[in-house]
């Protein structure tokens, strides 16, 4: 409950892009949290994951267009 209230806090207050930053800025501590096969893990993903963060936090849907469209297509 607490961890859900403190995403929603940091999304409307635009501070989650800055947590993710930071949580993938320490790959130590990443692997502490999560599988090395874990989404977040794999930095092509973990920056697609900030780079979709930050346009919903700036409103700005054309922040979209830096992430790699192969993504896409690994994924399907």
Known sequence: ML???LSIYSLE???L?????WLL???EHL????HPSA???QEKYGEAA???????EQNQL?????IDPSLVSEIQ
């Open 17 to 21: 892009s800055q947590q993710l930053s």
């Open 25 to 27: 800025s320490d790959r």
């Open 50 to 56: 900030l780079i979709c963060l930050r346009a919903v």
């Open 62 to 66: 054309c922040l979209l267009t830096e």
């Open 31 to 34: 692997l502490n949290c999560y």
């Open 39 to 41: 989404f977040l893990c």
């Open 3 to 5: 961890m859900s209230f």
């Open 13 to 15: 207050n635009h501070s």
